[in-house]
């Protein structure tokens, strides 16, 4: 008696117009089938989509440890006299994107196989493209003059830095090769040298594999 009388109020119900809730698949076809719907989520999809692409990863010289000259001399494109010697002084800073420790070099470099136009080179430029330049440089040439000082840093720091210098000119490189000044970072050792002086030995920091930024240019030499 019990069974007919709810199976009789199945019916009753159902008859009289009472509704179960609907479904998620329920409220997913309903939406589906609503075009206000099908617009606002395409527009939802597009919108994160262009936040992603605008959010993209930073520039190399925001991610990478970033060396610039603020000032320097002499300064790109001024000749200088291949007789006279080469009074260099560099206002450096260093901006690091990690913990780095060693040391600061501005130099004065000659490479008798380099040149001027076989390189991509810009002090005002600070990408991957330039550092290599000087990588590139700093593996095939040979020091005419240098300063150093000694450097720890980590991310965000900003180190402001002043090396001077006088460094002599190679006769060579009015016939065949190129003089380069470059700021760069390194790791130091001290050796002591037959006449029993001190000799800091710098071995630069490839660019690449640290993610530094060095930086550099050619200098003009004229007779």
Known sequence: MKRAQQRNGCRDARAGGVERA???EAKWAARRQ??????LIT??????LMLGSCLGEPEVDERWTLLEMVSVSPQPNQARSASQPLNVSVGGRITYRDIVTGFVVAEVRYSPTLTTYSLLLDKDEHNEECAASIDQILANSVTAGRATRAITGWDHLMQDVNL???ASVPPAVLT????FLVLYLGSGDEIELENGEDSLVVTPFVSRQREILHTGFPITIVP
């Open 22 to 24: 609907p479904t998620s």
């Open 34 to 39: 609503d075009p206000r719907g099908l617009r």
């Open 43 to 48: 527009v939802s999809l597009l919108g994160a």
């Open 164 to 166: 001077s210098f006088t």
């Open 176 to 179: 065949s090769g190129g003089l």
